[in-house]
């Protein structure tokens, strides 16, 4: 995976095959950083950024692993339902005390 794609995985702590299947694309295009045509990696690349240097990598890839909210975060993104993923990171920011309500 190119490298925004994998520090995007990495920092939601996702697998290789789970980074593919939620952004559908196949592995060669992901090597070759074909997937333009998914502004979804971008948008989330850059939010989850932002998240993660307020709270930290550590606290964020086990945040999208919880099940203390339903749906489960890592659910959202394996739903491909990008606007409630980003709506319960918002929410998450907030109830932690990180960011202002």
């Known amino acids: 995976m190119t490298d925004r794609l994998a520090t995007l995985a990495s920092r939601l702590g996702l697998s290789d095959d789970e980074a593919l299947a939620i ?10 950083g074909e997937y333009e045509h998914r502004p979804e990696i971008e948008i989330l690349d850059s939010m989850t950024e932002e998240a993660a240097e307020l709270v930290g990598v550590g606290p964020l890839t086990r945040w999208v692993r919880s099940s203390a909210t ?28 990180v960011v202002p309500g």
Not at 77 to 90: K, M, N, P, T
């Open 70 to 97: 339903t749906p489960p975060p890592l659910e959202l993104l394996e739903q491909r339902d990008f606007l409630a993923f980003e709506d319960a990171l918002d929410r998450w920011l907030r109830d932690s005390g």
């Open 23 to 32: 952004f559908q694309i196949d592995a060669l295009a992901a090597i070759g």
